[in-house]
């Protein structure tokens, strides 16, 4: 532990020491980059600092812990460094690159028919009220309402810093458990839904070039195939290099259908390099949504029970409802310790 925080040491050291180069004062985007650097590592540096003379204080005390006062400071000193060392290493866990960005998300009922459609319906007002909470605010993407109620398919952007530190652990399967309203015998159904979460990629993130991209306008249509444009507004967008499909008929107009398609495309194209760099670091993985069976799921909705489990944890929470009207702080909060755990353990 010694050496590692003595290389942390070493290299805001050179920070400091290169801050002081008026080459690097006469450069912005160096000393930009220097000074955010300099940032990360001031207080981690304080912390290992006191670490090493609590540490000192700590043998010493221990010398003389024959003295009662000297072993009970000898007690607290040895918490103190220990509280330390905690705090020192999960700052040094890598943090996400995206964890800052706005997000694109996309619902999809999947196994379950129309009650399938109508719990993706729920899912969504349950993360618009999540995002509202948090002072995010949602921008409508694309919707394919299902005649039943719900949607079959529905694209938002949700704006605001560090949202996707906060909804990126709810990309997966999300499996219901309940009597839909149109079944008469009381019989409780199983139905799936899943969710994509997406970090919004800007155009300095992912470079598309223009002759790659196949783009298809098309009449816009309602559920039954109700026409509700008369000009071709709607766009499909097909990458070819990758073969991804994006289409977006929300807007009336085609320009606008054309920009938010564009947007979904790159935040696609972004998560593809991610997991392919990703896959090439810890093996290959199965894709978050899976097939959307009702055997693939990260969390279970019991509405008989009024309990929601989290099966990638094993928490459950018995409070359906209030997780229904957007309050998953303990879900997230609980997700990210489990990955900020996981990540000291592999850095070990």
């Known amino acids: 532990m010694e050496e590692r925080f003595a290389e942390i040491e070493a290299a805001f050291a050179e920070v400091e020491s290169a801050l002081g180069d008026p080459e690097v004062l006469a450069d912005p985007s160096q000393l930009a980059e220097l000074g955010k650097r300099h940032a990360d590592l001031k207080d981690v540096v304080a912390d290992i600092r006191r670490w090493r003379e609590a540490g000192t204080d700590l043998t010493e005390a221990r010398e003389m812990a024959e003295d009662p006062d000297m072993a009970q400071l000898a007690e ?31 619902i999809r009922s999947a196994a379950g028919g129309d009650e399938a459609s109508i719990w993706a319906g729920d899912l969504l007002r349950m993360y618009e009220r999540y995002a509202e909470s948090l002072g995010f605010r949602i921008e409508p993407m694309d919707a394919s309402a299902a005649d039943a109620g719900g949607y079959d398919k529905v694209t938002v952007a949700v704006k605001g810093r560090g949202a996707y530190s906060k909804l990126k652990y709810e990309g997966g399967v999300h499996r219901v458990q ?66 991804v499909v994006v289409s977006m008929q929300d807007e009336k ?3 606008q259908n054309k920009d938010k398609a564009f947007r979904v495309l790159r935040a696609r194209l972004l998560r593809m390099e991610q997991e392919k760099a990703e896959a090439e670091l810890a093996g290959a993985r199965r894709d978050q949504v899976g ?42 909060e609980a997700l990210a310790a489990d990955e900020q755990a996981t990540k000291l353990s592999e850095g070990d």
């Open 76 to 106: 607290d000193l040895e918490a103190e460094v220990a509280s330390l060392e905690e705090k020192i290493k999960l700052a040094l866990v890598p943090t996400d690159p995206n964890d800052s960005k706005d997000v694109i998300m996309e």
């Open 178 to 243: 309940r009597v839909p309203k149109t079944e008469s015998q009381g019989r409780v159904h199983t139905s799936t839904a899943t969710v994509a979460v997406l970090p919004e990629a800007e155009e300095v993130d992912i470079e598309i070039d223009p002759n790659d991209v196949k783009i298809d306008t098309y009449r816009s249509t309602g559920p039954g195939g109700q026409s509700v444009n008369t000009t071709d507004s709607a766009v499909r967008l097909t990458h070819v290099p990758t073969g």
């Open 253 to 255: 107009s085609q320009l």
């Open 291 to 332: 097939t959307g069976g009702r055997s693939e799921k990260i969390r279970t909705y019991n509405y008989k029970d009024n309990r929601v489990t989290d099966h990638r944890i094993g928490l459950t929470i018995r409070r359906l409802d209030a997780v229904l009207e957007g309050q998953l702080d303990e879900f997230v």
